[in-house]
């Protein structure tokens, strides 16, 4: 889920801002992942509209990872 998406200066073609998230999952084990943060994020104008230039994630809850189970391969 994102929420609250904000843009908190525009400066010709940079902009900045920030939006908030939270993610949980239900694993087939039964188990779960929670993890909310926020993305502060600058913004720079192309030919084709607004992209992400820099996005620096801030996590505002601890992570939670029950019965989480790594692929093999993946690390």
């Not at 939006?19 to 999952?25: A, D, G, I, K, Y």
């Not at 943060?37 to 992570?63: A, F, S």
């Amino acid at each position: 889920m994102t929420t609250n998406q904000r843009v908190t200066r525009i400066d010709g073609d940079i902009a900045e801002g920030w939006w908030c998230f939270f993610q949980l999952s239900l694993l087939k084990n039964g188990g779960r992942t929670e993890f909310a943060g926020r993305y502060n994020d600058i913004y720079h104008r192309t030919q084709d509209g607004r992209q992400i230039k820099k996005r620096v994630l801030i996590e505002l809850l601890p992570t939670v990872l029950e019965s989480y189970e790594v692929p093999e391969g993946t690390t």
